[in-house]
């Protein structure tokens, strides 16, 4: 569908090269391309009209620098404007002079409020603080008790009540929290399928009964054009102070945040990234303006990737090389690592140029290969890890049927085993000398 | 937290949206009482990428109605007719659902929170209204309380629940639900699954062995598949649909939370890409807001009436 939009660009600049200013006409070819990389990823149609034409005024006459192609230069001034528009300061949730911090949680049916106020309250304890979730969505059936379970999971209370009416569960709940000593108050409101009139008189009053300081409205990153709309209105019946932007771990491009930051004037505070509790990131509007263009996220990559290898791990495992003694326990937990970076897919699509090339199948194929080689690992003895070269036919065919796999399996895995100990002792002389890996553009 | 007023850009796009869906409206109609000109097509464009319907199948649709118009049409109401054709043209015949022969099985799939255990809810009522016997199959059991709303669901629509732990495997639901259904002599089983991210291989998997075990254990009934899809979704529905298709068999979609200006033009392009028809539409929350699907009535509403 959309490739990465630089390769577009590259095609539209081809004739063109050697000049030294970005010139009108040049850059009306390029940005046909970005309006369509713009549409596909479901930023509303007037914001992409006024923002390619922001971007038009700004390219137009640059210096092409020697180090970029056209096509690399109007993607950076496009980056730019979209970094520049996503960002905003006071991206965060500051707290309130007098605690409680009243946080109303706010959007649709189905975007995930009750699983983002869950996710909120552990990451505000996680950092110290002492929140109270309030069950004030009495609408959906059970969406009290979900939002019991999710409080239970985060190990915060739940503030819930019998009454029929969420403003006054809400101001009980603040009431509570200043006697109980809670310095946070996260309010899961009722959602609704649509934008109604009934909907936002609820939520005025529940914003009434519970002092709320600060309304934060959830939206779903896969919404397509009708996101600018019901930001609009909410903003409108309610005044939105920030946006949680969740479902960020599929494959939605999220031009939805750009609508809705346009739509509201009011900064992303925080992405959804997975359906588990922890899967709550602070915004970066560098990120979200890669994603958008397609361009893949290196920095969330590297990130991910210093938090799940263990910096010392990293360093013992350079001393064993060293030594050529890296042994199949060794490569247990190297594989470890990798998998505990989350699921290839998810990796793949961080990376610049896989986001528009996945071949699924492929992956999946990877993925149970992991599987196989892990079952395989694990249904060996720690000296047998320790020393391979012990295994013995028999000892093969024990381990084949305890990890549900062949002896072939289990001599593949010996044999991917030398490779990735020849790869990683090359990988290390190239280290020693001075090379690094080419870093894209951005 | 204010990011406006810095450049003043965001005042300007604000004011601008503001006035955007009446003006896109106002556009079209104003555009079929005019002689036909470029400026019509502009405004058809901006009217159907509003709508969600994508870059790709927008420009398929003004090429066409293009073409129709160089082949000599004219008058503001024979093109209005004639892009009604082509808008038309482009989704699939509606099949009603498949429930012959019994049990039945209508699995309910789709990502986090485009409304599946409303809508399997929904189903049933609908389907005990008209006197069918149904099991429900609690088989979302990763979603905190997702069992406990189904539960009331089935209470509403006086079908029989079956249900597990939660955390427990939502094929060995399946499995037992399908059992019940053949004891009880049941019309229809209906099975709700959990919401997820067509991006994630495990689980995908995991519907697909859902269907595994629901083709071994009624290998002879009728087969339905709903993807439920939500109507503020954007681009991205093309891939869900690709997926879902792909690992539940999806045999259609169900559009929710369709109303006067989420229009779910999106399952224009699943339907011209993927052959796969819309056959349900949800309007609301209560048990009777969920209706066949128009093609008519969709095509309609994205064309406001001049």
Not at chain 1, 248 to 253: E, V, Y
Not at chain 2, 72 to 99: D, I, N
């Amino acid at each position: 569908m959309f490739e990465a939009l630089q390769e577009r660009l590259t095609a539209v600049f081809r004739r063109l090269s050697g000049r030294g200013v970005l010139r009108p006409e040049d850059v009306d070819a390029a940005l046909r391309e970005v309006r369509v990389a713009l549409l596909e990823a479901d930023v509303h149609v007037q914001v992409v009209r006024e923002f390619v034409a922001r971007v038009r005024e700004a390219a137009v006459g640059r210096e092409v620098w020697k180090s970029l192609t056209p096509a690399q230069q109007v993607v950076q001034v496009v980056y730019e404007e979209l970094v520049r528009l996503l960002g905003g300061e006071g991206r965060e949730l500051t707290p309130a002079p007098k605690p409680p911090t009243v946080v109303l949680l706010c959007g649709l049916h189905g975007t995930g409020k009750t699983t983002q106020a869950g996710k909120l309250a552990l990451y505000l304890r996680r950092r110290g603080r002492r929140p109270l979730l309030v069950a004030a969505d009495l609408q959906r059936p059970a969406a009290v008790q979900q939002l019991q379970v999710v409080g239970e999971r985060a190990g915060v209370a739940v503030f819930a009540q019998e009454a029929a009416d969420p403003a006054e569960v809400a101001r009980q709940a603040v009431q509570h929290a200043r006697q109980a000593g809670y310095d946070f108050v996260l309010v899961d409101t009722a959602g609704r399928v649509h934008v109604d009139e009934e909907l936002m008189q609820e939520l005025r009053r529940v914003r009434e009964a519970s002092g709320a300081h600060h309304v934060l409205l959830v939206v779903d990153a896969m919404t397509g054009q009708e996101a600018v709309r019901v930001a609009q209105r909410f903003h409108e019946a309610l005044g939105i102070d920030g946006v949680v932007l969740t479902k960020l771990d599929g494959d939605a491009r999220g031009g939805a945040a750009l609508s809705v930051v346009s739509a509201v004037g009011r900064p992303i505070l925080f992405v959804g990234t997975g359906e588990r509790l922890e899967a709550l990131e602070p915004f970066h509007p560098d990120r979200m303006a890669s994603r958008i263009l397609g361009m893949g996220d290196v920095l969330t990559l590297a990130e991910r990737a210093r938090e799940a290898v263990d910096a010392e791990r990293a360093a013992e495992l350079e001393r064993k090389l060293r030594r050529a003694e890296f042994t199949l326990e060794d490569f247990r937990e190297q594989l470890r690592q990798v998998r505990r970076m989350g699921p290839l897919e998810t990796l793949l699509e961080l990376i610049p140029g896989f986001s528009g090339l996945r071949g699924r199948r492929a992956e999946a194929e990877e993925e149970r290969e992991f599987r196989r080689m892990e079952a395989i690992l694990d249904s060996m003895t720690p000296q047998e890890r320790r020393d391979p070269s012990i295994l013995n036919a028999s000892r093969k065919r024990r381990i084949a049927r305890g990890s549900g796999t062949t002896v072939q399996d289990v001599n593949r895995l010996l044999k991917q085993f030398e490779e990735a100990k020849r790869m990683m002792r090359e990988l290390e002389r190239m280290g020693r000398r001075g090379r690094r890996l080419p870093l894209p553009p951005f | 937290m204010d990011v406006a007023g810095r450049t003043g850009l965001w005042a300007r796009i604000r004011d601008g949206l503001r006035r955007t869906q009446q003006a896109i409206a106002a556009h079209l109609q104003d555009a079929f009482t005019r002689p036909v000109d470029e400026s019509f097509f502009e405004r058809l464009e901006e009217a159907l990428l509003a709508s969600d319907v994508g870059v790709e199948v927008t420009g398929e649709v003004v090429e066409e109605l293009r073409r129709r118009v160089r082949d000599g049409l004219r008058r503001p109401e024979e093109v209005r007719g004639a892009l009604r054709e082509v808008l038309r043209s482009f989704l699939p015949q509606p099949q009603p659902l498949q429930l012959e022969p019994p049990p039945a099985v209508v699995l309910v799939v789709g990502v986090n929170g485009s409304g599946k255990t409303t809508t399997a809810g929904k189903l049933a009522c609908h389907l005990t209204g008209l006197g069918k016997r149904v099991v429900l199959a609690a088989a979302d059991t990763f979603r905190a309380a997702a069992i406990d709303q189904l539960e009331v669901w089935a209470r509403r629509a006086g079908a029989e629940l079956v249900r597990h732990r939660e955390g427990s495997d939502p094929a060995a639901v399946v499995h037992d639900a399908a059992q019940a259904a053949v004891a009880r002599h049941a019309d229809v089983l209906v099975a709700d699954t959990a919401g997820r991210l067509h991006t994630k291989t495990n689980l995908m998997e995991e519907l697909r062995k859902v269907r595994r075990v629901l083709a071994r254990q009624l290998p002879q009934s009728a087969w339905e598949s709903l993807l439920v899809l939500d109507a503020t979704t954007g681009q991205n529905a093309l891939q869900q649909a690709r997926q879902f298709q792909d690992a539940a068999a999806a045999t259609g979609v169900v559009l929710t939370k369709l109303d006067s200006s989420a229009k779910g033009g999106v399952v224009l392009a699943i339907g011209r890409r993927l052959g796969l028809p819309v056959k349900l539409v949800g309007t609301g929350e209560g048990p009777d807001d969920l209706e066949p699907f128009d093609p008519d009535s969709f095509v309609d509403a994205l064309l406001p009436e001049a």
